[in-house]
């Protein structure tokens, strides 16, 4: 069956899962919005929202050297408890984290994280862009603001799509990793380094 835009929005807005996610119960439960989110809780990924804010003090750091040592990655990835970091699940989660990073090159972890002068800088281009193209007022909001959404999917971390399935968000791998250890996961830092480049 069909699913809509706006009953996987409505799905959204009640777990906090992301989109893929949200469809697939959606097609499972036949539609039913209330079915669909026992289907998320049953699965382990409803509740993974609801771990973000718990102390996470353990975790890894994994490192991924690229094209011959010209590009690398560090990332610190935490979770609350030494035996959650030393699963495989983790472990590979962490490792596969550097290596998209080093393909992607975000600028930060979310857009929280992005200093507010680029984020204005951003707004001002797209702004402009469609003022002269002789877009409405309204219509200009709306421009910016879908701009913005592909500007964050782009250089955000949590907002990119997973190099190695782009149908889910490196968001949607860590409320999945969630689900399976029971605990929070957060990306605390990362740094990438490429041959040449100068540092700030």
């Known amino acids: ?111 929280e994280n992005l200093p507010p002068e680029i984020v204005e800088r951003e707004k001002e281009i797209y702004s402009d862009q469609a003022i002269h193209s002789g877009k409405g007022e309204k219509v200009v909001e709306k421009i910016v603001e879908g701009k913005l959404r592909k500007f964050f999917s782009e250089s955000c971390l949590l907002n990119q799509a997973y190099i190695k399935d782009p149908n889910i968000t490196i968001q949607d791998l860590i409320n999945e990793l969630r689900a399976k250890t029971g605990e929070n996961i957060v990306i605390k830092r990362f740094v990438r380094f490429q041959l040449g480049e100068t540092g700030d």
């Open 1 to 111: 069956m069909k699913i809509s835009t706006k009953q996987v929005k409505e799905l959204r807005e009640k777990t906090g899962v992301g989109i893929i996610y949200c469809k697939n119960a959606l097609q499972e439960s036949g539609g039913d919005i209330n079915k669909a989110v026992d289907i998320l809780r049953k699965k382990g990924v409803a509740k993974a929202q609801k771990r973000e804010g718990r102390i996470t003090s353990e975790g890894q750091i994994q490192s991924y050297v690229h094209m011959g040592g010209k590009i690398g990655v560090l990332v610190e990835v935490n979770c609350e408890t030494d035996f959650s970091a030393k699963t495989e699940d983790f472990t590979n989660f962490t490792k596969n984290l550097a290596m998209h990073i080093t393909a992607t090159n975000p600028i930060a972890i979310s857009p």
